[in-house]
């Protein structure tokens, strides 16, 4: 028989199971106070949320930002940066590059670059010469009267395409840095920062390029490549001087002359002789390396040298068995002038002036070579003899004095020596006041100096590289030489040019162009010491008013 329910559906016991389970949950709400103490309490003491977010320090966040802006403005440089235009017979390609010193270089492929000073500002300006128009080169050789028309045309062509290449420049360093920018931070505000700030610093750049403009800076060209090229794209003495005072007039020169080069493939044009000016080829420290006579002679040939001066260590033992080292002086194809070395030897110095076409200067001797008056002295000391203990400084001013006892006897003659002599630059200081210009070498590195008389002291290089000790080092020694170019009528020194070739092994070759202070143009001239009497206006190397 089924057992029937209790009213209120409870069945027997389900009083049990109600007060158990009331239990457990007491003793669950126990159990979970503590937690819901530490939730309520973190609740009212949690750190905001803002604070969680890491963020970047004011200084870094702006060192970010320049960053992306540099390498975006760099990339858009890069890539879009450039323009090709015409200039006069030429096209060129034109394009700014970020720089430490500013400048301009000019490429002539295949035969070198010309680098400019023209100012100061992170920025530089390439121009690179890509080819010669054949329609227009042959205008001008057909039309040669055209020439005379050239350099407006040339100054309108770079005029134009300076203002083409500005306008891209900005186009290309906004769009690279925005581009960046945006690729970087993914916020439209930040990237069109990184643009902005990178038209400022471009627009900063042309204006410290503007406040430094050099346009004289191509009567000091530095010129890469090709040695026997060079002194037909730098120019003569005489021409740089009195007539390239201008940007515009050496900037339409060197078009034409980049012309002639282009028109003569199998030979280069050779130096033009300029009758107005003495050139002299100062060498030193030849060290008994033979590749110095080659280099001598195609110096002599190319620039037409008139007067080659030796500062002594041709040798490098002094000994007898090199004598025959000595030979091909008589074959340079222009007097040779030469003062003993601290490792020449006497028995060095009297082989040597038993050659044909060699004089040999010491003691303060004087002689007459080329149209000038040239004194020198030995060096008084010879290293290598180990058994003689060395004076020093000491030997060398004695060894000077007695060529400045020369100079003021040949002053005192009416016959003023133009360049004195010596091998150490000890002894070739005390002719300071004595001789508008000295010459010396044995430090194997290049130093030039006005003395506090005003005589102009030049040390030159090793021509022979350190000779046997080029090999020592872990970079072979440059071989250097300086042609020297002096007023023909007043025997003052007017530029000269400082020839560098890559040392052992290399074929990298450099001339660069200098010119005195007073020779600038603008500059006053100012007498010179060794001269006697008030110099003419023209004298300096500036052409006076009315000079031809």
Not at 106 to 120: D, M
Not at 160 to 178: D, I, K, M, N, Q
Request: aromatic residues 4%.
């Amino acid at each position: 028989m089924a057992r029937v329910a209790p009213p209120g559906g409870r069945s027997p016991g389900s009083s049990g199971s109600s007060v158990s389970r009331l239990l457990r949950a007491s003793l669950a709400r126990v159990r979970g106070f503590p937690a819901a103490v530490l939730r309520d309490y973190r609740s009212h003491h949690s750190t905001p949320t803002s604070t969680l977010t890491h963020t970047p320090h004011p200084y870094a966040r702006a060192l970010g930002l320049i960053a992306v802006t540099l390498l975006g403005a760099w990339l858009g440089l890069l890539i879009v940066g450039s323009i090709h235009a015409p200039v006069g017979p030429v096209d060129t390609n034109m394009t700014l590059r970020p720089s430490f010193t500013g400048g301009t270089k000019i490429n002539v492929s295949p035969l070198g670059a010309l680098e400019l000073r023209s100012h100061y500002a992170p920025i530089r300006l390439d121009v690179d010469v890509d080819r010669l128009d054949p329609v227009r080169s042959q205008a001008l050789v057909d039309h040669p009267e055209r020439f005379a028309g050239l350099q407006e045309q040339v100054t309108r062509d770079v005029l134009s395409g300076t203002g083409t290449l500005a306008f891209r420049s900005c186009v290309a360093v906004v769009s690279g840095a925005t581009a960046l920018g945006l690729a970087v931070y993914r916020r439209p505000r930040r990237a069109l920062a990184a643009g902005g700030l990178a038209l400022a610093l471009l627009a900063s750049s042309g204006a410290a390029a503007y406040a430094t403009w050099n346009p004289k800076s191509v009567l000091e060209p530095k010129f890469s490549g090709l040695l026997s090229s060079a002194p037909s794209v730098v120019g003569n003495a005489r021409n740089i001087v009195s007539e390239f005072d201008v940007y515009q007039k050496e900037l339409a020169r060197l078009v034409t002359n980049v012309t002639r080069l282009y028109e003569a493939t199998s030979t280069l044009p050779a130096y033009t002789p300029d009758p107005t000016t003495i050139r002299v080829l100062h060498v030193s420290d030849i060290h008994l390396n033979p590749a110095a006579w080659q280099i001598i002679k195609s110096l002599v040939k190319q620039y037409k040298i008139d007067v080659i001066v030796d500062t002594g260590d041709t040798m490098d033992h002094g000994s007898a068995a090199e004598n025959a080292f000595l030979d091909p002086v008589a074959t340079l194809g222009a007097p040779y002038v030469w003062v003993r070395g601290n490792h020449d030897s006497a028995t060095t110095q009297k082989y040597l002036g038993t050659r044909r076409n060699v004089t040999v200067l010491d003691g303060g001797r004087t002689v007459g070579v080329g149209g000038l008056r040239i004194a020198g002295v030995g060096d008084p000391q010879f290293t290598p003899d180990r058994s003689v203990v060395a004076e020093g400084d000491f030997a060398e001013r004695t060894a000077g004095g007695k060529l400045a006892d020369s100079l003021r006897t040949q002053r005192l003659r009416g016959t003023p020596v133009d360049i004195a002599l010596a091998h150490n630059p000890v002894a070739a200081a005390e002719a300071d006041g004595l001789a508008p210009l000295a010459l010396a070498g044995h430090i194997h590195h290049r130093e030039n100096s006005v003395l506090p008389r005003g005589t102009r002291l030049m040390i030159e290089g090793s021509t022979g590289g350190g000779g046997l000790r080029a090999v020592q080092g872990k970079k072979p020694a440059p071989v250097q030489a300086s042609v020297l170019y002096l007023d023909r009528r007043t025997r003052h020194l007017q530029a000269w040019d400082e020839i560098t070739l890559g040392g052992l092994g290399l074929s990298k070759a450099e001339v660069s162009r200098h010119l005195p202070q007073e020779n600038r143009p603008g500059a006053s001239p100012s007498p010179s010491p060794g001269s006697s009497g008030t110099r003419s206006p023209g004298a300096s190397g500036t052409p006076s008013p009315g000079s031809s």
